[in-house]
């Protein structure tokens, strides 16, 4: 029970602050009362903010929204007043290169992070930087150039005084504590082995907890050692754990084939060569692959990190990888030393699960939500599957995290449609609001409000007015 005590340590934040991705340590849930269950352009609608387009999630100290974006070709960071959704400030970072980005990855999608007084952000095109509440910039650091598949997308994190940031890439992965007062790096790790990934760590204790390629992995906060893991996620990690009474439950889903009982097994690097590399390179071609399936261009730049038109040992190796892992949700027992695999994975569940959002831990029901709006309820202590079924009138692709509150689940799909849900076991759909516009971004909630970012605006949502941070009371 030590480790369950650490971690509510870990989430604690200040009252009414969303102050990260998916809110206080990542979980995903508020303890935010009387929020609109109805609400759209027209109805319950506060203030709305026109933005320039960013992926990034609203993310709320004191009463400041910070927001990141990309407006006329520059990397932007953008200060909103919380009460009344005015723009108070707007700063420009250089953006002197393009790292490769697939859509619908884009340029502004790490969320920022704030301790209440000042914001730290990050762009895949520059690095990290950090202002005041009211627009001052405190530092810049320079980072890059990145290799990252389908682009950056992970968030950075506050952990004990430093900026944390995980830098997940087709070679030379590694994780960086950099003071957030100094903007100076305290320490760096490598993390060899560690392929293309998405996922924004949580903390227990004084750990930091990745979901990385084919494994979880926990490091000291103080040093980077990495003091345990798991293996057993999928290839490409994009959900961010979420955890409870010691255990931590994360989704992946890497390739269709990752299936149990349908991935590809491909023989050893020699043992293919001799059967397949017909031109006698000493490597093998898309047009050499031994599965007709690895021969699609789409799939084979994956597995070719350099880009040279042929996978050499160390790339066949992290093919064979792939194409072995396992997609799923698993539940696993936080703690140990060292390789943790035999005893802590507590049960799978390895249907479908979503590509992009996480699961939400609450009351006592884990829920997630897959690519095609279907809603799954589990008991988070066998994985026994409570109650599975379509939302009504959401049928589209899910980008956005659900989040939790007030007794319900807000799941805001990709066209804008958002699913008001009863949480309980057996949920029970109780409104279907339709917001007009695209949403990428998890929705922030606090103090009676919830706040989404579409495609074009920064929205928020009340039952009425009342008293909050800047605001006045009206009569």
Sequence with gaps: MRLGVLVLIAVAAPAGDWPRFRGPNGSGVSDAKNLPVKFGPTENLLWKTPLPEGHSSPIIGGNRIFVTALENE???????????????????????????????NHPASPSPVTDGGNVFVFFQDFGLLSYTANGRERWRLPLGPFQVYYGFGASPVLVEG??????????????????????????????????????????AGKQILIAESFQLSAYSAATGEREW???GLACEMKA???????????????????????????????????????????????GEMPHERLKHPGYFQTFDIDRNGGLNRAEWEITRAMMAAENGLLAIRMGGKGDMTASAIQWKYQRPVPQVPSTVLYRGVLFMVNDSGILISFDPATGRVIRQDRLKGAIDKYFASPIAADGRLWLVSQDGTVSVVAARGEWEVEEVNS??????????????RIYVRTRTALHCFGRKRGTMPGEKKTH
Excluded: C
């Design 229 to 231: 893991f798991v293996q």
């Design 435 to 448: 917001l007009g516009d695209e949403v990428y971004a998890t929705p922030a909630v606090t103090e009676g």
């Design 74 to 104: 520059e990397l932007v960071t953008i200060g909103l007043d919380r009460a009344s959704g005015k723009i108070l400030w707007k700063r420009a970072a250089p953006r002197s290169r393009q790292d490769p980005l697939k859509k619908p």
């Design 162 to 203: 430093n900026v944390i940031l995980p830098v997940d890439q087709d070679t030379g992965s590694y994780l960086v504590a950099v003071d957030k007062d100094t903007g100076r790096v305290k320490w760096k790790v490598q993390r060899p082995g560690v392929i293309s990934g998405y996922s924004t760590p949580v903390v």
């Design 240 to 286: 961010v754990p979420v955890m409870g009474d010691g255990v931590l439950y994360i989704n992946g889903w890497g390739w269709p084939e990752n299936q149990p009982g349908r991935q590809i097994a491909l023989q050893s690097f020699d043992d293919t060569l001799k059967a397949h590399d017909r031109d006698g390179d000493g490597a093998i071609a898309a």
